[in-house]
């Protein structure tokens, strides 16, 4: 049976952003497929996913993330800040 440890309920959502990897790196394009106030789920096409790294929103503030777990191009990030 599947039990739940998230702090916050998640919201589905379909919105793009990007991920920014370090300072004066470009930023890439993600898919955010769900979030909640402690943090999202993302799908990215690129394979190197730091331990910390900021996600941009199209709208909204940029978030520093803490990298939780990965399956292939889908991983959970942790909201720090």
């Not at 916050?8 to 790196?25: F, L």
């Not at 993600?30 to 789920?41: E, H, L, N, P, Y």
Request: aromatic share 8%.
């Amino acid at each position: 049976m599947f039990v739940n440890r998230r702090k916050s309920e998640r919201r589905a959502c379909r919105s793009v952003a990007k991920i920014q990897i370090g300072t004066g790196s470009l930023p890439r394009d993600c898919m955010i497929t769900d979030i909640s106030s402690g943090g999202v789920k993302v799908i990215a096409e690129y394979l190197e996913i730091p331990p910390e790294f900021t996600i941009l929103f199209s709208t909204g503030r940029p978030r520093q993330c803490r990298l939780a777990w990965r399956i292939g191009h889908e991983f959970g990030a942790q909201f720090v800040d």
